[in-house]
């Protein structure tokens, strides 16, 4: 069964800064990678998906996975506080039963 | 476009009295269905799927069934609600391919067990 771990649980961090969330799996066969944000209250929405291995940009936004190592990461560049949110990794294998993780909480002060 | 909806939006109901939530998808014919459950703070956990109408497949036993009457409509129920039940219901949805691609959440509903 997929594991999914997030890390780190939370964290804080002034407006500006660079956030790298990471995201670890168990089994490296998994065919699709994404990031959701979810604010306080509301449902998740997708940010960003990726299907192999390597980097991809969106704004302010780049996701890099690599399978050999079982690591997916989020990257944040000039943070925002509307960017405080909580942040869920997922992960699918072909059997319509995508794995979240528990999240990564993150908080940009002014 | 797609459009999702959930009712109620917010539910409190009695330790062992039963429940009926309900979702319905506009715009996109025959999608994918989910039915997730995410506690207080707690990670977001698949409940059900269905690729087709009639047929629901159960990720996980929590004492709930989920239907599929039509192929926009998606229903989750219990005869007997438990305190565990509490948090948020979403509903959701996803293109046609098995490896579980984007998921376009409901809005949810909040489920208040006392």
């Known amino acids: 069964q997929q594991k999914v771990q997030q890390s780190p649980e939370s964290l804080i961090v002034p407006e500006g800064a660079m956030t790298s969330l990471n995201c670890t799996f168990s089994d490296s066969a998994s065919q699709y990678f994404a990031w959701y944000r979810q604010h306080s209250g509301k449902a998740p929405k997708a940010l960003m998906s990726i299907f192999s291995n390597g980097e991809k940009e969106e704004g302010r936004f780049t996701i890099h996975l690599n399978k050999a190592s079982l690591h997916f990461s989020l990257h944040i560049r000039d943070s925002q506080p509307s960017d405080s949110a909580l942040y869920l990794c997922?992960?699918?294998?072909?059997?319509?039963?995508?794995?979240f993780g528990k999240g990564t909480s993150l908080v940009v002060h002014p | 476009a797609q459009t999702i909806h959930q009712w109620p939006v917010a539910e409190i109901k009695a330790v062992g009295s039963p429940l009926s939530l309900g979702c319905t998808i506009k715009?996109?014919?025959?999608?994918?269905l989910y039915w997730y459950w995410q506690a207080t703070g707690g990670t977001l956990q698949q409940l059900f799927y269905?690729?087709?109408?009639g047929q629901v497949e159960s990720v996980v036993q929590l004492n709930l069934s989920a239907s599929r009457p039509k192929d926009d409509q998606f229903i989750l129920s219990t005869e007997k609600l438990l305190l565990s039940h509490s948090g948020f219901y979403l509903c959701a949805w996803s293109l046609d391919w098995g490896g579980g691609a984007e998921q376009f959440f409901g809005p949810g509903t909040r489920l208040t067990v006392l």
């Open positions: 269905s690729i087709t109408v």
């Open positions: 997922a992960i699918s294998g072909g059997n319509y039963k995508p794995t």
């Open positions: 715009g996109k014919s025959s999608p994918n």
